[in-house]
């Protein structure tokens, strides 16, 4: 049955999770070692993360704005919220790389720097991100913006027209097979299936007729794109929905401290191969502990930047 919750715990379980996958799938990168084609794969599925990330906020920021009676008056306000909340840790990140070394300090340019600053890179061809993992934030700001300009457009329509609207850009894009990795409508399949749990969540939409529109959908991408794109969304979107326990401490521990663990996880996973790889022979060892040593950066980054920045957005009116 279908839970409306004040605070939607499956969200902080499935973001825990999310960049956990994320940080197995860079070890594997970053370790440069040669597995069996099923250990490889095991690996690379962590990406997926990602998907589960970009379905969250699907759902999260409609969920967000309805709450606050959200008009287009408000954008200025949601833009700046969004901004203190999630640019910080991010320049702080960015920082890090120039203070270990990672990013050279010889290479700095000003440019660089400014398109990395504003999520604009890959506007231009002679730039590029700082970190790999730094394109996932454009994508999400593109989305901030549309969300705001929109969303009060879509909440004066019926619920199917506003479910229509959002699902038939994404179907459109997977018929004319929009793949441009910088732009956010080639992954609006996901926005799109965590806004029909939105819909869902908030009563616009029954549970039955929410699991029609979400099939439906998630067929046609799993049809179009590949079966994994399409069921992924579709899973993600039910747990959120579905999932009414509270998950285990270190299941919230993972989920709170998410989006540090996404900014830092490849600084944790660069340094602990440079200076234990040598030392220890165990592959499980090493990729156990050095997830943990991701864990635990991310924690302190938690404590010392994330945590301080979200109690002070929470104040922004």
């Known amino acids: 049955m279908f839970k409306h919750q004040s605070k939607i715990d499956s969200i902080v379980l499935l973001r825990g999770l999310a960049a956990l996958g994320v940080c197995i799938t860079h070890y594997y990168i970053m370790n440069a070692e040669t597995y069996s084609p099923l250990i490889k794969q095991l690996f690379m599925s962590g990406q997926l993360g990602v998907s589960i990330f970009f379905v969250i906020s699907g759902f999260v920021l409609p969920y967000s704005l309805s709450k606050i009676n959200y008009t287009l008056a408000k954008f200025p306000n949601f833009i700046l919220k969004r901004l203190f909340r999630i640019e910080p840790p991010y320049w702080a990140a960015i920082a890090l790389l120039f203070i270990l070394g990672i990013v050279p300090w010889q290479s700095f340019d000003i440019r660089q720097f400014a398109v990395n600053i504003f999520h604009i890179a890959p506007l231009f061809k002679n730039y590029s991100w700082y ?11 593109q989305y901030y913006i ?28 997977v018929f004319a097979k929009l793949n441009i ?32 529109y979400l099939t439906v959908f998630c067929a046609i991408v799993a049809w179009k794109v590949s079966i994994i794109t399409g069921v992924l969304p579709f899973v993600t979107t039910l747990i959120i929905l579905l999932f009414n326990k509270r998950p285990y401490r270190p299941f919230l521990f993972l989920g709170n401290i998410s989006y540090s663990l996404y900014l830092t996880h490849t ?32 924690a302190l980054f938690y404590t010392i930047i994330e945590k301080p920045v979200l109690r002070r957005s929470k104040k922004l009116q």
């Not at 969300?147 to 459109?172: D, N």
């Not at 996973?269 to 050095?290: D, E, M, Q, R, Y």
């Open 267 to 298: 600084i944790a996973i660069f340094f602990f191969l440079k200076f234990a790889k040598a030392h220890l022979s165990n592959p499980i060892i090493l990729f156990g502990l050095t997830i943990l040593s991701c864990v635990c950066f991310a």
């Open 181 to 212: 990795r910088d732009v956010v409508f080639t992954y609006w399949y996901d926005f799109a299936a965590g806004y029909i749990g939105f819909m869902c969540l908030i009563n616009k939409i029954r549970p039955q007729t929410a699991t029609i």
């Open 131 to 141: 970190s790999p993992i730094f394109w996932t934030l454009a994508i999400e700001f």
């Open 146 to 173: 549309l969300l705001g300009v929109f969303f009060s457009l879509l909440m004066r329509c019926k619920p199917a027209v506003s479910i229509s609207i959002v699902c038939s850009i994404s179907v459109i894009c």
